[in-house]
């Protein structure tokens, strides 16, 4: 059997329906009569949609989807920032698709670009680089958000950028970390989490280390997993074994996915373009220590710096809930906009935008 083949059949054994029941079956078992649990990761959120897994659960066990969709978490001044920033003289904005169809208090890129502005749509910080290099004439910033799964890959551009001596790219930072609104959204008083699925794709680069506090210092019980159906379940599955148990550990259900220390070379692209600061995530508010900005020696590859745009005052959307649901106190069918006023074709809030989105998932899927 050739590499190809194992690989093929190692991966179908994470969609095994017979490995898929005896996991149902060991919830049902361990589960508590009450409890909570938070998938933090919006590609968990999809995945436990698309297969089915909140409905089969045992009754009184209820998964919330938190904030793990970067897009949806951006915060409404940041994307007036950028909208800002496609009316300089010059400008051309390079950006990921979804977030062109963000609505911002009274814009988004794609009304942007309607007017004339100039947007292009990238798959990578590396297409924004090119771009510099091709229209040497233009000024080329990248909308840089995401987790930390993205972060290096700008970091990267960066330096290569510094490296090169491009002068007409920058970078708009939006950047977020998870840990530091794991710690609010289990500190939220509207919510009461037992334990959380932690992310897989954020994992790989950090690591299990970062979540320990969640275990040490408030009894919170995580496993980081992958996004099969197997996957979820067995999460789940060594979830309620923890919480049968009386434990509180960080365990990896994602040993093909994810080391312990996670990625240190890509912790160190980080460490050494960016610094952390506060940030302000829809719904959760300031956090501190829950962003990146560019560090001194890179400045000059800061965008808002380069640019000092003016930008509008902030406007919530009216009657969207967006925020609520990122905090896992609300689900996306609870909101009175949601399937009426709200729509993938009209989304009002940006969780109905992104694929990673909870309102996205729910629309599709429920």
Known sequence: MTESNNLEAELAAFKDPQLARGL????????????????????????????GI????????????????????TANKDIDTVIALTRQPNVTIATFGDMTRVPGSTSSLLKEQAAGRSVSIVYSPLDALRLAE????????????????????????????????????????????????????????????????????????????????????????????????VDVLQGIAMI?????????????AYARGVMPEGNPVARAAIDEVFETCPATWRGLGEIPG???????????????RRFTPEVEPTQEPKGCRCGDILRGIMAPSECPLFRTVCT???????????????????????
């Open 134 to 229: 091709e229209q040497p004439g233009r000024e080329i910033v990248f909308v840089g958000v995401g987790f930390e799964t993205t972060t290096p890959l700008v970091a990267m551009a960066i330096k290569r950028a510094k490296v090169a001596g491009l002068k007409n790219f920058s970078v708009f930072v939006a950047h977020k970390n998870m840990p530091g609104a794991l710690e609010a959204i289990i500190n939220d008083p509207q919510l009461k989490l037992d334990a959380l699925i932690l992310p897989g794709h954020v994992s790989t680069i950090i690591g299990a280390e970062p979540y320990r506090f969640l275990a040490d210092r408030y009894g919170i019980p995580g496993v980081i997993t992958g996004f099969e159906p």
């Open 344 to 366: 993938p074709e009209n989304p009002v809030g940006p969780c109905m935008v992104s694929s990673e989105g909870s309102c996205a998932a729910y629309y599709r899927y429920y």
């Open 24 to 51: 149902i079956d060991s919830i049902a078992k361990l589960a508590p009569q009450d409890a909570t649990i938070m998938e933090v990761c919006g590609t968990h959120t999809v995945a436990i949609a698309r297969n």
């Open 290 to 304: 829950s962003g990146y900005r560019i560090r001194e020696e890179f400045t000059a590859f800061d965008a808002v």
């Open 54 to 73: 909140r409905n089969l659960m045992p009754e009184g066990l209820h998964l919330a989807s938190g904030p793990g969709c970067p897009v949806c978490v």
């Open 240 to 252: 309620m074994r923890q919480l049968h148990e009386g434990r509180a550990e960080i365990e990896i």
